[in-house]
């Protein structure tokens, strides 16, 4: 899968145009070096979004992980940057807890990151991704 559509896709669970379980559904469907791929990609859109220390246990809760999780613990200690590339390097096993804690990681920095934004934002990640115009419009743009 091309870069723009597994970030379109991502930029769509988060905005709950695809439900979470559906997401990951697709991610589960992945082979593991695609995954790990989507972590990759997942991890650079989510530390755009200016997540902070304060979003991580909250970001656990609403993964409906423990916080015992190998990359929950991750999260929780240190910087956030340097613990999520970290976290990067689990084995495949801790993908999907990791996609979860991300993908809610990042809903909750790119919440805040569009009520800054305002109502004049034109960033394409923050229109409206279940309007097929509009994301004709992006790949045609991207």
């Keep these: 899968m091309q870069t723009l559509d ?3 896709k991502l930029n769509q669970i988060r905005q709950g145009v695809i439900v979470d379980a559906a997401g990951e559904a697709w991610f589960t469907g992945l082979e593991a070096a695609e995954q790990k791929s989507v972590l990759y990609q997942l991890n650079f859109i989510c530390m755009q979004a200016g997540p902070t220390t304060a979003d991580v246990l909250p970001a656990i809760e609403h993964a409906g992980l423990k916080p015992t999780f190998t990359p929950c613990v991750m999260l929780q200690h240190g910087k956030l940057r340097e613990a999520s590339s970290r ?3 689990l084995p495949s096993a801790e993908y999907l807890k990791l996609f979860r804690l991300m993908m ?18 034109q960033h394409w990640w923050h229109q409206d991704l279940s309007n097929e115009e509009i994301l004709l419009s992006i790949r045609e743009q991207h």
């Excluded at 809610?104 to 934002?121: M, P, S, T, V, Y």
């Design 87 to 89: 976290a990067l390097q």
């Design 104 to 121: 809610a990681l990042f809903k909750i920095a790119d919440q805040r990151r569009r009520e800054f934004c305002g109502a004049h934002c």
């Design 6 to 8: 597994n970030e379109i």
